[in-house]
């Protein structure tokens, strides 16, 4: 059986924050981080609630938030008790948010208590993690990086808007851009692709294709920034429909233990599972041929997309290895068992299009060490 689906109404377009203005908010607690707030793009937000509105703001979110945050902003947002709940931010925020609504409602079904519905509105500020149409919430935990997926997370409006992207500094455009692009991707090859996904994660690649690199050189031009931004959208219905893949996997751990950016980890692996997913081949050629890649030497559809992937990369200054991040191979090469489990573990893992055993694996994370 398959389904497809996409429950929060989507507001974008440069007008987009007047969509709160229509709400009767009476209690609003804001869930974001210490940059969104030092650079003034809360109070974006701010201007459209009426000022009978009692606000509270939770700005303690870092990035790849941990269960200890969530604990915190949950307490918080409980005995605040407001009627709306605004996460404002990368995926970080607005993952945060979802795990406060999804811990509140354990909590209460465990102790037998109703639980207050809160309306949940999601702005991302970074293209992006699309988690503003998503079920997923992945959190980190000591080492580990979990992904919870719960239909109760998804928000009740997203609303997106250029205007956030303004003040993104390139290096962050590139990690999370890089996202995008490896979402549609692992959606496009999954197991679980379909007729209603497809189009969806094409058309987001294409997005990307056209937008990022001009995106990253001029963060001031807004066409690129809503393009890039309605493509980080649009990758997230997609795989949220469908799955992400072991690339996915393999990030969350690697990112957790060596503490690189998600989408920067993202970036990192990408050519390396590409060329591994064998059982996609025809996918990855499709797809060279959508994006109109062209290829001076004789390569395959599917070695094309990847030495473009590869260029795109260079041009953003995203390294090409772990090794070229500065990890040591002793410390790596220890962390290879936990690293395993965990990506056998990971809930992406089952979407991939080609299955690993434990042998392939330590032979794929040392190609993504060394490089090639
Ligand atoms: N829920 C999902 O479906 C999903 C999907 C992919 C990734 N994730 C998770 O999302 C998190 C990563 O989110 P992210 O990549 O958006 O980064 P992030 O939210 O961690 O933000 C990265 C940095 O960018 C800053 N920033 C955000 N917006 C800015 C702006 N407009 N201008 C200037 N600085 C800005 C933040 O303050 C932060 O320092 C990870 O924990 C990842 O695992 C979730
Ligand atoms: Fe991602």
Redesign the pocket.
């Known amino acids: 059986m398959s389904s497809f689906y996409i429950k929060p109404k989507i507001e974008f377009g440069e007008n987009s924050l007047n969509v709160i203005r229509e709400h009767n908010i009476k209690k609003c607690f804001i869930v974001t ?4 707030v030092d ?1 003034k ?1 809360i109070n974006k937000v701010l201007n459209v609630l009426a000022s009978e509105v009692k606000v509270e703001i939770f700005s303690k ?5 941990t269960i200890e945050i969530i604990e915190e902003g949950m307490k918080e947002m409980i005995s605040f008790d407001p009627d709306y709940v605004i996460a404002i ?7 945060a948010c ?1 795990g406060m609504l999804y811990f509140e409602k354990k909590i209460a079904e465990e102790i037998g208590e109703p639980h207050p519905k809160r309306y949940f509105i999601a702005i ?3 293209s ?4 503003e149409v ?7 935990a000591g080492k580990r ?1 979990i ?1 919870l997926a719960n239909d109760e997370m998804l928000p009740n409006l997203a609303i997106l808007n250029p205007s ?6 390139p290096h ?1 455009i590139a ?2 851009g890089m ?1 995008v692009l490896t ?1 549609a991707m692992e959606s496009f090859v999954s197991k679980e692709r379909s007729v209603f996904t497809n189009p969806i994660a094409l058309e987001s690649m294409k997005l990307i294709n056209e937008n990022l690199l001009e995106h990253y050189k001029n963060p001031k031009e807004i066409k690129y920034r809503e393009n890039v931004q309605n493509a980080s959208c649009m990758a ?1 219905i997609a ?2 429909n469908s799955s992400l893949g072991i690339n ?1 996997s393999i990030a ?1 751990i690697v ?1 957790a233990i060596f503490k690189l ?3 920067r980890a993202n970036a990192i692996v990408m050519p390396y599972i590409i060329d591994e997913n064998t059982n996609a081949d025809k996918y990855y050629s499709l797809i060279a041929q959508e994006l109109k890649i062209k290829s001076s030497l004789q390569l395959s559809g599917k070695e094309a997309l990847i030495e473009h992937i590869k260029n795109m990369k260079k041009t953003m200054q995203i390294p090409t290895s772990l090794k070229d991040v500065g990890i040591k191979l002793e410390v790596f090469k220890n962390e290879i068992p936990t690293m395993i489990s965990e990506i056998k573990k990971d809930i992406c893992t089952s979407g991939n299009p080609n299955k690993f055993d434990d042998e392939k694996l330590i032979r794929i994370l040392l190609r993504i060490y060394f490089g090639d």
């Open positions: 981080d210490k940059s969104i650079l793009l979110v870092t990035p790849n938030p931010g990368g995926g970080s925020p607005i993952d979802k991302p500020t970074t992006g993690t699309g988690s998503t079920s997923y919430s992945v959190i980190s990086k992904a956030f992207m303004e003040t993104l500094p962050i990690d999370t996202d979402h997230g795989f949220n996915h969350h990112g950016s998600h989408g």
